[in-house]
């Protein structure tokens, strides 16, 4: 089995180039998760200012109680 230089180059370079597609679809998938995950954060976050806004005496409430 002879395999021309130009032969292996090309393999080699169809195997390198789904390697980089593979390596990127996995940074994309990362960086959305990452996304995802700030954006649930951010929403917990907003809820926890929009309790303070609406109950600002809320330990005194819960204390008259």
């Known amino acids: 089995m002879e395999y021309s ?4 180059f090309k393999n080699a370079l169809i195997i390198g180039g789904m390697f980089a597609i593979f ?3 996995y940074l994309v ?3 959305l998760k990452d ?3 700030k954006k ?4 917990i ?5 929009i309790n303070k806004i609406n109950y600002p005496n809320k ?3 819960l204390q008259k109680q």
């Open 45 to 49: 976050d907003t809820m926890g200012v």
């Open 35 to 37: 996304k995802e995950r």
């Open 59 to 61: 330990k005194k409430l």
């Open 5 to 8: 230089a130009e032969e292996i």
């Open 40 to 43: 649930a954060k951010l929403k």
């Open 29 to 31: 998938y990362i960086f």
């Open 23 to 25: 390596v990127c679809l």
